[in-house]
């Protein structure tokens, strides 16, 4: 109807505005209606489906989309293809899993058989699976991994088979230590304090009984109290260190630490205790500085129990030798070296593997007696581990006993060319 | 048409390296599974790790089997030659540890918690660390192809017969003390033994990855432990 109007309308302006005469108007207002109803009457087809047009939009997805939210992920992911195959993964995940690479099969990255598992049973239900895993060396972290089917294109959307699989790793690490630390830390401590504790009971009783009256006996076994309940605060101190260590055992440490520094203040600050027992420290450093990535109060303690050590063993020896040096490959220094040196009747070689366990004790009685609590060297190790080192013992037969701690340097130190005889000795 | 020829060949030297991948994955599951059921004499875990042993096994022969039809149909030569060969050599290796943690699972069996003190369990413990580490590290290597790292596996094997050692001598002394710990302690002996034997099949697949990059096998002698006291505690 519209048309038919307009046209008329048009004829009628036509005529009145006197432009044209009658047949003129006319034709042009026909003309006006017929291209009315050819508009109207085109054929319009079917109108595009809105799913349709997402899934097309969604098959056009650039790489850059993905990347990008890939990388806005807050944890680690890693996107897969049916066959297993890294399509594409965020920061974290390459953080996470070292040298993950692209179009390579997870697998040569992440082997564990629960995620190969749970990735599987993801492609194969098309459903969101989860599972727990757990990693023991070189430290021990407990993950939590969601596989997850994602479905861009539409046969996938209807269909039995996802796109690709998304994976997304939660680390469970803190919480699964803490449990764990609190049971180790309860058990040692009970176990470990059940027969000092029993023998300073033993001895008040004795004090409130029999011996009551004699004062020689009194002052005797006060002493022994008095030592007993000395032990059992150093071994609560010793047992709250090393929880503290393996707490933290899987981050890594982000200060510097200058190890020449650290020494020099140790020697500063034990010299004298070791100069009563008729000990010298001696400090040998290659450089003037060796940087690397740690914790400070952690490296301190690490060397002082190191050096304690080998001033109570190694006594006989008369002196203990600290030797700083860097190693490297292909002349860059890779690896500050610090050896903890004594000269006393060293280690027998079927104890030396081991050392580092706790409460493991070469001969229990001499270390009760130089109050000893069996975790020097087991907080040790956890330091070196938390710090990515290693520690090498080595005992030759009469030739005391050698503690070698290897820590990375920091990557941003400049190499320093070795000092020469001015910094050597001690000072 | 010649460039989907080369990526399907590419895709079948990578499907190898996955499985071999995934064989190792499992391995170290069964070490870690044959020790904690140890430690905790857990028969069902140890029983659990027997069961999967076949799934090990089969995957070998699967590789076995695809390394040769690779070079039946596609001839090929260095570099892919060597890492067909190479896959194959670590794929018996990895059979072999699982084999080894299935024996130690076992064994927890047999000797049914005896002999549980904190010196032994402490020795196998830092022992099984060990070995679970080297395997980790050498199967790391494999992955990125890291013949440094693997070389550093090679070379550090002392400490883990050291170790062995110790806990040998260990054993020896609970026998003498009383006959009747002689049967559980000789499970025990073997189970540290077959520790060790793991230990050196990680240094094997170190020794493979060599080859497979270099092109030349590793001729020169293992450092042995017993004229050096000298013990790597990680």
């Known amino acids: 109807m519209v048309p038919l109007c307009r046209g008329l309308a048009l004829a009628l302006v036509l005529r009145i505005a006197g432009a044209v005469d009658w047949p003129y108007a006319l034709g042009a207002g026909l003309a006006l209606v017929a291209a009315g109803f050819v508009v109207r009457l085109r054929p319009r087809g079917k109108a595009p489906l809105e799913e349709t047009l997402l899934a097309r939009r969604a098959a056009r997805l650039t790489d850059l989309t993905v990347e990008g939210l890939m990388a806005a992920l807050p944890v680690p992911a890693v996107l897969l293809d049916p066959k297993l195959v890294v399509r594409t993964h965020n920061a974290t995940a390459a953080a996470l899993l070292p040298g993950l690479r692209r179009g390579e099969p997870l697998m040569l990255f992440l082997r564990a058989p629960e995620v190969v598992d749970v990735v599987r049973r993801a492609l194969a239900t098309n459903a969101h699976q989860v599972i727990d895993y757990q990693e023991r060396v070189p430290v021990a972290r407990w993950y939590s991994v969601d596989a997850v089917p994602v479905a861009v294109t539409s046969e996938a959307r209807d269909g039995e088979r996802p796109d690709y699989i998304l994976i997304v790793l939660r680390d469970l690490t803190e919480e699964r230590r803490l449990e764990r630390l609190r049971a180790d830390f309860v058990a040692n401590a009970s176990h470990e304090l059940r027969t000092p504790l029993a023998s300073v009971l033993g001895f008040i009783e004795t004090i409130q009984g029999p011996a009551r009256n004699d004062a020689a006996a009194r002052e005797r076994f006060l002493g022994i109290m008095l030592t007993q309940a000395r032990r059992m605060s150093r071994l609560i101190d010793d047992l709250l260190s090393l929880s503290r260590v393996e707490l933290n055992e899987h981050v890594r440490p982000t200060d510097t630490v200058d190890l020449v520094a650290l020494i020099a203040q140790l020697r500063d600050t034990l010299g004298p205790g070791a100069a009563e027992q008729g000990v010298t420290i001696e400090v040998n450093a290659a450089e003037p500085a060796l940087k690397v990535p740690g914790d400070q109060d952690e490296l301190f303690r690490l060397f002082e129990n190191l050096v304690q050590n080998a001033v109570k063993y190694g006594a006989e020896g008369k002196r203990v030798v600290v030797t700083l040096d860097s190693e490297g490959r292909d002349g860059r220094p890779t690896e500050a070296v610090v050896t903890v040196r004594d000269f006393g009747p060293g280690i027998p070689a079927e104890h030396l593997p081991r050392l580092t366990e706790r409460f493991y004790r070469v001969d229990v009685a001499s270390s009760r007696d130089k109050g000893g609590t069996g975790l020097g060297l087991a907080l040790v190790k956890h330091i070196v581990n938390r710090h990515r080192g290693k520690l090498a013992i080595a005992s030759p037969p009469g030739q005391g006993a050698s503690f070698t701690v290897r820590l990375e340097l920091a990557g941003a130190a400049e190499p320093v060319p070795p000092a020469g005889s001015e910094a050597r000795g001690a000072a | ?234």
């Open chain 2, 1 to 234: 048409m010649t460039e989907h020829t080369v990526s399907a060949y590419e895709n079948e030297l990578k499907g190898l390296a996955q499985r071999v991948a995934e064989m190792g994955g499992l391995a170290e599951k069964q070490i870690v599974g044959s020790i904690d059921a140890l430690i905790r004499n857990d028969h069902e875990l140890a029983q659990q790790v027997r069961a999967a042993d076949p799934q090990i096994d089969a995957l070998q022969r699967q590789i076995e089997e695809t390394g040769i039809l690779i070079i039946a149909k596609r001839q090929p030569m260095a570099v892919d030659l060597r890492e067909i060969v190479g896959a194959l050599r670590i794929a018996t290796d990895l059979e072999r540890i699982a084999d080894l943690a299935k024996s130690n699972a076992k064994r927890v069996l047999a000797i049914n918690g005896a002999q549980q003190l904190p010196k032994v369990t402490g020795g196998f413990d830092a022992m099984a660390r060990l070995a679970m580490e080297r395997v980790k590290q050498v199967l790391d290597a494999y992955a990125q192809r890291d013949v440094a790292a693997a070389l550093e596996v090679w070379g550090a094997d002392g400490d883990i017969d050291a170790l062995y050692n110790s806990l040998f001598r260990e054993l020896l002394t609970y026998m003498l003390e009383d006959p009747r710990n002689i049967g559980p302690c000789t499970h025990l002996l073997f189970c540290a033994k077959n520790l060790e034997r793991i230990g050196d099949h990680a240094t094997n697949i170190a020794e493979t990855i060599h080859y497979m990059v270099n092109g030349v096998a590793l001729v020169d002698e293992r450092p042995k432990l017993d004229t050096i006291s000298m013990v790597p505690v990680a």
